[in-house]
């Protein structure tokens, strides 16, 4: 079954309660309406996901492929216990190495789906940075894509004060970028709750191949190098 405002009412009901009590006592609402979707979705877009990289974990299970609801809070000035919007992603088996991810996520402001790193590190951007200097082919070839398709936007958090203002515009987007993702949001909840979802996401996200795959070589060439 797809998504349905039932699903986002209760992420918003379960967040505002932000009770274990009540979510034990609701939690068969929460496989049917949420857990369920979001595990065929992982099902639907396997085959996809593969051709991206065959190596991913691909299991619909929390854990897996699918976020857990209960928020981490040990490192956290914010203590609720339940957030109120779920994702699946999808990456490779623990390697050691600082790799990307593909995701969607969806909550009560939209749903959005990419690739990149939640946080990497700053020898990770620091080899993305000497890469994109270099002219690196597999770079070139992630930045042509990315100049051919309207789909995703380059983001991350950006420098308060330019460190490269003598480069081209078109390098400038990558090297003042202190993280990284290439990312689609949308607002579109018809969409959201149909069975047309799982289509677009099969159309759009092969475009991501050559930005995953630049992310991926710059995690191993960081590795080889010791950074």
């Known amino acids: 079954m797809p998504f349905s405002t039932q699903s986002l009412d209760f992420l918003f009901e379960n967040r505002l309660h932000d009770s274990k009590s009540w979510f034990d006592e609701h ?53 609720s216990i339940y957030r109120d919007y779920m994702w699946i992603h999808f990456d490779r088996p623990n390697t050691g190495l600082e790799l990307p991810c593909v995701y969607f996520d969806m909550g009560g402001d ?32 992630a930045k042509k894509a990315y100049e051919q398709q ?18 081209p515009e078109d390098l400038r987007c990558w090297l003042e970028l202190r993280g990284i993702s290439f990312s689609a949001r949308s607002k579109d909840f018809p969409l959201l709750f149909s069975d047309r979802l799982a289509d677009r996401l099969k159309e759009e ?22 950074s």
């Open 110 to 141: 939209g749903f959005g789906y990419g690739c990149g790193l939640y946080s990497p590190s700053t020898g990770y951007m620091d080899t993305l940075r000497r890469l994109v200097l270099e002219g690196n082919p597999v770079f070139l070839q």
């Open 205 to 226: 996200l092969p475009l991501l191949k050559p930005f995953y795959d630049f992310l991926v070589h710059v995690g191993e060439v960081q590795a080889a190098h010791g």
């Open 150 to 167: 309207t789909v995703f936007t380059l983001e991350g958090k950006r420098y308060k004060r330019p460190h490269y203002p003598d480069q």
């Open 27 to 79: 939690r068969e609402t929460f496989q049917t309406l949420v857990l369920q979707p979001l595990q065929q979705l992982v099902t639907d877009l396997t085959p996809c996901a593969l051709e991206i990289d065959s190596r991913f974990v691909t299991e619909p299970r929390i854990g897996r492929t699918i976020s857990r609801i209960r928020r981490d809070t040990r490192f956290s000035k914010d203590k």
